[in-house]
């Protein structure tokens, strides 16, 4: 027969045993290796070209992306992708970027640039969608 005395004590060894078993467990939550590192891709953030943030606040330049972006959201016939396609307008130079799904949507994308500013300062970062 066990005595009373020492359950108590006997729990709490056990406890702190498993406790540690745990903690150097291979599938501890808290421990990481030191050859894991976070994932970092700021070397392709610094090679992206123009980003809405490069878009200017002068009032020519904010009335030139909104003539564009109005005339492609006139074309019930684009997809979503051509719809939400980016337009950055800096000093009068448009940037156009993103995916659409053909080669028909980018020209019809980047004719309705080209009917606000002249074609020569549209810059065509348009990808189609394979």
């Not at 904010?62 to 051509?82: E, H, N, P, V």
């Not at 130079?93 to 300062?121: F, H, I, R």
């Amino acid at each position: 027969m066990i005595s009373n005395r020492f359950t108590p004590a006997a729990l709490a060894a056990t406890a702190f045993l498993c406790f540690l078993g745990a903690a150097n467990s291979p599938h501890s939550l808290a421990q990481t290796t030191p050859t894991q590192t976070a994932p970092d891709n700021s070397t392709q953030n610094q090679n992206q070209s123009k980003t809405a943030d490069d878009q200017t606040n002068a009032k020519a330049d904010l009335d030139t992306t909104a003539q564009i972006r109005k005339s492609i959201m006139a074309d019930k016939g684009l997809s979503t992708y051509a719809h939400n396609v980016k337009i950055i307008t800096k000093n009068g130079t448009v940037t156009l970027k993103g995916p659409v799904n053909s080669e028909d949507e980018k020209q019809k994308v980047m004719s309705y640039a080209s009917s606000v500013v002249s074609a020569d300062k549209v810059t065509d970062k348009i990808t189609v969608k394979q």
